[in-house]
């Protein structure tokens, strides 16, 4: 059994920084596509960033681009989203997402496993 657990949301201001952890069981992280969503109230889940498999391409939202990084630790089975220079548009649930499949997608229906989720907020 696939689990994925998100830490590391929070309240922050706006041009700060926050990283968000995804720490995953059952399978090594580097063996799926791992993703990244949000979802805003009242807005649908929003593909953020996600590394292939195989290969560990990175690709990111033009919205986030050049703004947050993705990264992977093989060896403590955990992906990181670190985000900077964070604007109030970046509030929303943040989650993590596995796809057992070799394609990069970014419709979030495409993906198998998910997390909980972690709030992030970012104020004015």
């Known amino acids: 059994q696939v689990q994925l657990a998100e830490s590391g949301g929070g309240l922050v201001q706006a041009g700060g920084s926050l990283t968000l952890s995804c720490a995953v069981s059952?399978?090594?992280?580097?063996?799926?596509?791992m993703g990244w969503f949000r979802q805003a109230p009242g807005k649908e889940r929003e593909f953020v960033a996600a590394?292939?498999?195989?290969?560990?391409?990175?690709s990111y939202a033009d919205s986030v681009r050049g703004r947050f990084t993705f990264s992977r630790d093989n060896a403590k089975n955990t992906v990181y989203l670190q985000m900077n220079s964070l604007k109030p548009e970046d509030t929303a649930v943040y989650y993590c997402a596995a796809d057992d499949s070799t394609v990069v997608y970014t419709t979030s229906a495409a993906y198998d496993f998910w997390g909980q989720g972690t709030q992030v907020t970012v104020s004015s």
């Open positions: 059952g399978r090594p992280v580097n063996s799926y596509v």
């Open positions: 590394i292939s498999w195989p290969g560990g391409v990175i």
